[in-house]
C-alpha cells in the first residue's frame, strides 16, 4: 500500500466532517443532498481503504451497494425537491416546517 | 516517498479543498455541484491508487457522471440563479457547532493514531473486475438481486413525485 492506512481513514474522516457540517449549516435542500453524497462517499473511501488493507474484495462489494443506495436516493431526494419547488416556491428548508416540533 | 504517494496527497487536498468549496459557497449553487465533481473525480483517482480498479470507473461514471449531471439538471430546471435567503437566526449556534464538530474530528484523528495494523500486499489481480465479479456473483448474489428491486422502486418513486399531477 503507498500510504499508511491511517492517512486513508483520517482523509475520510475529514470529508466526512465536511459533509455533516454543509447538512446542518446550508439551507438550500439541493446542496443538503449534495452533502450527503458527500458524506456516503467519505464512508465509501473508509471502505475501500479497509478492503485494502486486509485483500479482502468485500468491502468494495460494499462500495458497490453504497452507490447504489445513493444513486436511488438522489433520484428520489430530487423528486422531493421538484414537487416542493412547486407548492412553496423555494428550495429553502426553513420554509418547510410543518412536522417541526 | 514514492510517486504514488505524492499523488494521494495531492488528490487527497484536492478533494478537501473542492469539497470545503461545495460547503462554504453560498452564492452558487451551480458552482457548489461543479466542486463535488471536482471532489467526486479526485476519490476516484484515490480509488486507483487503492487498487481499486473497478470501483474507480464506476465512481467516475456514476458519481461524475449521472448524479451531479442530475444535480445540475435540477438546477438549472428551478432556474436558481442564487441562493441567499433571508437570515432568520443568529450565527452563534452555526459557529459553535462548527468549532465543536472540529474539535470532536482532532480527537477522533488523536484516538486513530497508531491503532489501525500495518498492510500487507495486495494478492495479483486484486480490485478487478474478475474477482470483484465473483465476489458479487456467488457470495453477495442476494443483496445484488435486492438492489435491482430497490432501483425499480426508486424509478417508480421519483417518476410519481415529479409528475404534476397524477390521473
Known amino acids: ?101 | 516517498m514514492s510517486a504514488g504517494a505524492v499523488l494521494f496527497y495531492v488528490f487527497a487536498g484536492m478533494t478537501i479543498l473542492a469539497s470545503l468549496g461545495m460547503v462554504l459557497n453560498v452564492r452558487n449553487t451551480v458552482a457548489s455541484a461543479m466542486s463535488l465533481v471536482v471532489a467526486m473525480i479526485s476519490l476516484g483517482a484515490i480509488y486507483v491508487l487503492l487498487d481499486a480498479y473497478l470501483v474507480a470507473a464506476i465512481q467516475i461514471m456514476v458519481y461524475a457522471g449521472a448524479i451531479v449531471v442530475l444535480f445540475l439538471f435540477v438546477v438549472m430546471l428551478l432556474n436558481l440563479r442564487t441562493d441567499v435567503f433571508p437570515v432568520t437566526r443568529s450565527r452563534l449556534p452555526k459557529l459553535l457547532g462548527i468549532a465543536a464538530s472540529g474539535w470532536g474530528l482532532f480527537a477522533f484523528l488523536k484516538l486513530l493514531h497508531g491503532t489501525l495494523p500495518a498492510v500487507s500486499p495486495a494478492p495479483e489481480g486484486f480490485g478487478g473486475f474478475r474477482e470483484l465479479g465473483k465476489a458479487l456473483f456467488t457470495s453477495y448474489v442476494l443483496p445484488f438481486e435486492a438492489t435491482s428491486f430497490l432501483l425499480l422502486a426508486a424509478i417508480v418513486g421519483a417518476v410519481i413525485l415529479a409528475k404534476r399531477r397524477i390521473d
Open chain 1, 1 to 101: 500500500m503507498l500510504v499508511p492506512l491511517e492517512h486513508v481513514i483520517a482523509l475520510s474522516a475529514v470529508i466526512f466532517g465536511i459533509g455533516v457540517v454543509g447538512a446542518v449549516t446550508r439551507r438550500n435542500v439541493i446542496v443538503i443532498l449534495m452533502s450527503i453524497e458527500l458524506m456516503l462517499n467519505a464512508v465509501n473511501l473508509a471502505f475501500v481503504g479497509f478492503s485494502r488493507a486486509w485483500a479482502n474484495p468485500t468491502g468494495q462489494v460494499f462500495v458497490l451497494m453504497v452507490i447504489t443506495v445513493a444513486a436511488a436516493e438522489v433520484a428520489v431526494g430530487l423528486g422531493i425537491v421538484l414537487s416542493l419547488f412547486r407548492n412553496r416556491d423555494s428550495v429553502d428548508v426553513e420554509e418547510v416546517s410543518l412536522l417541526k416540533w
